[in-house]
């Protein structure tokens, strides 16, 4: 049996409907990082030997936490920070028909 663990911001409920208000701290900017550090602690994770795939600048905290870190199709301020660490840049680019679509992996350094 494969075990499935998420990270993510829980969203208050009462009477079976969410309210709108964040339980804790909500899973954004150092929080991914944080999560990052929690798991690989608990699993003995080497994070020099992960990956970590982000598209916003609030997500380099997380980005900065691992050996491989990705930035896909990330917005200007983490492309700046991505550019200048170094860190690897892919753009999806999505082409739709009427029967499929079909996502296709472009590398920065192929464009």
Known sequence: ????HVCAT???EKGG?????VLGQPMFGEAKAIAVWWFA???KLNLAQCAAYGDSV???WMLASVGKPVAVNPDSRLRMTARRRGWEIVEC???????TKIAKMVPESAR
């Open 1 to 4: 049996m494969v075990e499935i």
């Open 93 to 99: 680019e999505q082409k739709s028909s009427e029967k």
């Open 58 to 60: 609030h997500d380099q």
């Open 17 to 21: 409907r969410w309210t709108g208000q």
């Open 10 to 12: 829980r969203l208050e």
């Open 41 to 43: 602690e608990k699993w």
